[in-house]
């Protein structure tokens, strides 16, 4: 992941605890928090990566499209 990346899931634990409100986010940990950011984390990663694979999926499916033999003339 990129640190943009890393910063919104960052930003994203931030809101989240925004949206609990202090009278709720005082009874969840910090290492609990810690785990939330990781969790996204991988879910990033997992997208990130499987996006990865169909992009290349498709790249070799369109080269294989234009591999044809060149006629000599």
């Known amino acids: 992941m990129t640190n943009q990346h890393h910063e919104r899931v960052a930003a994203v634990v931030s809101a ?11 009874h969840i940990s910090d290492a ?13 990663s997992t997208e990130l990566r499987d996006a990865a694979e169909r992009i290349e999926a498709l790249a070799r499916a369109l080269r294989s ?9």
């Open 16 to 26: 989240f605890k925004e949206i609990l409100g202090d009278s709720v986010s005082r």
């Open 32 to 44: 609990n928090f810690r785990d939330l950011d990781r969790l996204i984390r991988e879910l990033v």
């Open 65 to 73: 499209e234009t591999d044809v033999q060149e006629l000599g003339m």
